[in-house]
């Protein structure tokens, strides 16, 4: 690293309780030369609140790839510079990795600093097994790529960990039934930090039906983990058979929910089954 150049800080900032800011990370924004926030207006409510005058620019989404360059040539003339995101670590699932990856590519100083990060946050108080784990991040917003998606997961024998916006999440938890079976293990945290802090776990088509039950808890700030799929049994080769030619003619939950009335198996061993055989 060439030390006439400057230092790009990536800063987490609090999910919503301020308190959880730690000290470091407050020296880093009051001594840089530059803030890059996602939305400059909510990060000028965190730094007003800690007096901070530390000036600062936007850097999301629509305008990274347009602003990157600007911003690593002041990185090269000598000038820290912070990247925060609205909530939480900069790039999980926000703004950062084209400005990150040039910054490294050209030998600029890259320090990360840890803190919060709702995905590490609710998976801690999820009591879902956390020594493997996939972020997922956000699904896709339209359903046939959301199934196509979960599809590819069915199988994973991680828990898996997304994020999601209050709008989807009905759609969202229907779809995940669908694939995963009614019975899949879904813990829901919501409004992390804050007042209304809400970490809810059920099989997902109760899940559905508590949510449902009132539109409040539909609000908020989402992660959504999934359990691993759960081992596959040794099913008889019979049942096997026939579960994939009924599954070619009906919905995969009618086949599975026959076969398994038929052979006295559970449905849902019957339903995780790959389609390939």
Not at 5 to 29: C, M, W
Not at 65 to 94: N, R, W
Not at 178 to 187: I, N
Not at 198 to 219: C, F, M, Y
Request: proline share 6%; glycine share 6%.
């Amino acid at each position: 690293m060439n030390e006439a150049k400057g230092t790009l800080y990536i800063v987490p900032t609090p999910l919503g309780n301020l308190g959880d800011i730690s000290q470091r990370a407050l020296n880093v924004l009051a001594e840089v030369s530059l803030i890059c926030a996602e939305d400059t207006r909510h990060t000028g409510q965190l730094l007003h609140h800690f007096s901070i005058r530390t000036p600062s620019q936007s850097l999301h989404d629509h305008n990274e790839k347009q602003k990157a360059a600007f911003i690593l040539g002041k990185l090269e003339a000598g000038s820290d510079i912070a990247l925060v995101s609205d909530a939480g670590t900069p790039l999980i699932s926000d703004p950062g990795y084209t400005l990150v990856s040039l910054c490294r590519q050209a030998g600029i100083k890259v320090v990360p600093l840890p803190g919060p990060c709702a995905a590490i946050a609710a998976l801690s108080a999820s009591g879902l097994p956390t020594d493997r784990f996939a972020f997922e991040g956000f699904l896709p917003a339209k359903q046939s790529a959301r199934l196509t998606q979960l599809e590819a997961l069915s199988d994973e024998p991680r828990t898996l960990v997304f994020y999601e916006a209050p709008r989807r999440i009905l759609d969202t938890l229907a779809d995940m039934e669908t694939v995963f079976g009614p019975e899949r293990q879904v813990v829901l945290a919501k409004e992390l930090t804050k007042t209304f802090e809400t970490i809810h776990g059920a099989p997902v088509a109760e899940l559905q039906a508590w949510l449902k039950e009132d539109s409040n808890r539909q609000k908020g700030e989402m992660v959504l983990m999934v359990a691993p799929a759960p081992k596959q049994e040794e099913l008889p080769k019979a049942a096997v058979k026939l579960f994939l030619a009924l599954a070619e003619e009906l919905p995969r939950k009618k086949a599975a929910s026959l076969v398994a009335e038929a052979f006295e198996l559970k449905k849902n061993a019957l339903y995780n089954l790959g389609l390939e055989g």
